[in-house]
């Protein structure tokens, strides 16, 4: 998770993101008025994730008005273009107009992050692989869980960062953050015999796990959370 100080002006997004790529991107050049893929993932540091570069240039483009903005998407390559008009995040006016989240769907949202430190606020699992097989972790263990509202708002929706990748919290004021919407199995109490055939820390086959996930969704026992990637303060 990152923070992001958007741009307040065309001219200094197209100076940073025209950047000629790395050096072993030998057809990309600096200052040619062209914006590359090559160049975007430079200076966001997304190597590999389309979706990820994208979000980040569309945080921060956020502050500039929608001629500035047009000015630098339109020095975006045919290709860039292309992810742009695929990965393009949906910015949500309000929480309440997106209340499951459309999984693996990039969103920008605006709210107070409250960080829950109780392990046992939220029982909730992920898979995660453990040679050829996958086994069930509890989420709190791997990730930040938050509750983020809207303020003047009760409601809320669940967010979480990785506890490996950063150790920055977010703190509890009006943020603007990007992610990516996804899923975990939870109990509340309710799943007990469900979540007790995964147990913590046992490796099961994917087809196992993927049946109980079956299982639990045909139940709506899943519960949605925006995993965070980017934010601006």
């Known amino acids: 998770m990152e923070e992001i100080k958007p741009y307040t002006t065309a001219e200094e997004a197209i100076r940073d993101l025209d950047n000629g790529g ?13 914006i590359t893929a090559a160049e975007l993932s430079k200076f966001s540091g997304a190597f590999f994730g389309k979706q990820q570069m994208i979000l980040f240039l569309e945080m ?20 860039l273009h292309s992810h742009y008009q695929t990965y393009k995040p949906q910015t949500l006016a309000s929480l309440q107009a997106n209340e499951k989240g459309k999984l693996t769907s990039s969103t920008i949202i605006t709210g107070i992050a409250k ?21 069930m972790v509890p989420i709190m263990d791997l990730y930040h869980i938050y509750e983020f509202t809207e303020e003047g708002s009760n409601y809320q929706i669940l967010m979480a960062h990785s506890k490996v990748q950063t150790k920055l919290n977010l703190p509890e004021t009006q943020l603007t953050v990007g992610g990516v919407w996804k899923k975990f199995t ?18 099961q086959s994917y087809e196992y796990i993927n049946s109980v996930f079956e299982k639990l ?17």
């Open 22 to 34: 790395r050096f072993y991107n030998l057809f990309t050049k600096a200052e040619d008025d062209v």
């Open 60 to 79: 921060a483009l956020s502050r500039l008005n929608e001629t500035d903005k047009a000015e630098v998407l339109s020095k975006l390559d045919e290709s």
């Open 115 to 135: 960080l829950q430190q109780s392990k046992s606020y939220l029982n909730g699992f992920i898979m995660i692989p453990v040679g050829k097989a996958f086994t």
């Open 186 to 203: 939870s109990s509340y109490g309710e799943n007990t015999t469900m979540t007790q055939e995964l147990s913590a820390g046992v490796p």
């Open 217 to 233: 969704e045909s139940d709506q026992k899943t519960t949605n959370y925006l995993e965070v990637t980017y934010f601006i303060e």
